[in-house]
């Protein structure tokens, strides 16, 4: 039995899988690697605590192996794109199937070791169990879960995120860029786009609720009748 946090890296590149592990392991992480989706696939994904995905395999890709981490397997395990695409299509295509940073090749093993430890702390929960209710809605901060009414909303991470600081804050006006900052951190760069984006999701998700989400034009959203 191991208190190591486990990482899995899955890379079509196995340089790139040999660099990975051999630097995270130095960080004293459990790190196993996948040169497939398909071979990550096989494994128990939902015993690690962090993926990182290369974009660009095939004939799976990594977001197309998001896709079935987060949709199929409801995991909210964080995810890291490692990839050598480096457009704002690309970025926010990532930032909305769930990822929780996007480093692009070739890259610096101390910034992205950096990068692991911030997500993992981030993705962290705060208290063991927390729940929380406002109106119809109910947030479950421990299992980083929210429901409407007795249902559970199939959502990524970050649109989890961004319910639940509205759900948990409701009333208060968060400007883009607070929230950009609260649910990206500082030390990923997206743009106010991907935060309309995500919430016009998280609208549509919610169905005839979704107007809750407001706009105060020229300040920013907020949570309320």
């Known amino acids: 039995m191991t208190d190591k946090q486990k990482i899995l890296a899955v890379d079509d590149e196995d340089d790139i899988l040999e660099i990975l592990s051999f630097n995270l392991a130095g960080e004293n992480f459990e790190v196993d690697t996948c040169a497939s989706a398909e071979e990550a696939l096989r494994k128990s994904l939902a015993d690690y ?119 948990l804050n409701a009333g208060k006006i968060f400007p883009r860029s607070e929230i950009l900052s609260k649910v990206w951190g500082d030390d990923v760069i997206v743009t106010d786009r991907t935060v309309d984006v995500t919430i016009a999701r998280i609208r549509k998700k919610l169905g005839d609720t979704g107007n809750m989400i407001k706009n105060k034009s020229g300040y920013g959203y907020y949570f309320g009748d």
Not at 60 to 76: D, H, Q, V
Not at 81 to 90: C, Y
Not at 114 to 133: C, E, F, G, W, Y
Request: charged share 30%; aromatic share 8%; no cysteine.
């Open 49 to 167: 605590d962090l993926f990182i995905l290369d974009v660009m395999m095939g004939p799976i890709s990594g977001f197309r192996l998001a896709e079935k981490i987060r949709k199929e397997m409801s995991l909210a395990t964080p995810v890291i794109f490692l990839t050598a695409r480096d457009t704002e299509n690309d970025r926010i295509t990532g930032f909305n199937l769930g990822a929780d940073d996007y480093l692009v090749k070739p890259f610096s093993i101390k910034e992205l070791t950096a990068r692991v430890k911030a997500v993992l702390r981030r993705s962290s929960p705060v208290a063991p169990k927390n729940i929380t209710t406002s109106g119809n809605f109910t947030v479950d901060t421990g299992k980083k879960l929210i429901f409407k009414d007795t249902k559970k909303l199939e959502l990524t991470r970050k649109e989890y995120e961004i319910m639940a600081l509205f759900i």
